[in-house]
């Protein structure tokens, strides 16, 4: 079976390199833009300041070799599966983050809580889902 996925831009930040990068997006003070690019300028109708985004990223610089990692570089823990972590190594290193949307202008998005490194390509952004709430069936469209 054969997966093929397109980026649908990137991001641009201050982080240079993964070590710059905060564990998580829920511990990130960081800001950003996410550049969408010029094809799929339509699909950002209705991202409003305040909005929570979910955003999958393709972690392009990690490693895709390892399967056990010590959580969190904390070998006081023990070794995991890659699976039961949130590491970015793994077999294919995608990344989940939510972003709140400081700003949009153009095919540009500024958002805060990043956690990924600069020139990082977006596969796919997605409305949040509220807590306790399911999603529309108009969100399903």
């Known amino acids: 079976m054969e997966i093929r996925g397109t980026p649908i831009g990137v991001m641009h930040c201050g982080l240079r390199a993964p070590a710059d990068a905060p564990k998580n997006y829920n511990e990130s003070a ?29 972690l392009h610089e990690a490693r895709r070799d390892l399967l056990k990692v010590y959580p969190r570089g904390d070998r006081s823990r023990g070794l995991r599966g890659v699976f039961a972590t949130r590491s970015p190594v793994r ?41 306790g709430h399911g999603t529309d069936k108009q969100d399903r469209a």
């Open 91 to 131: 077999p294919n290193p995608i990344a989940i983050s939510e972003l709140t949307v400081l700003g949009v202008q153009g095919n540009e998005i500024e958002v805060s809580g990043v956690d990924v490194i600069d020139t990082t390509p977006i596969l796919d952004i997605k409305s949040a889902v509220a807590p």
């Open 30 to 58: 960081e800001t950003g833009r996410l550049e969408i690019f010029p094809q799929y300028l339509e699909a950002m109708d209705g991202i409003e300041v305040g909005q929570t985004l979910v955003v999958l990223f393709w």
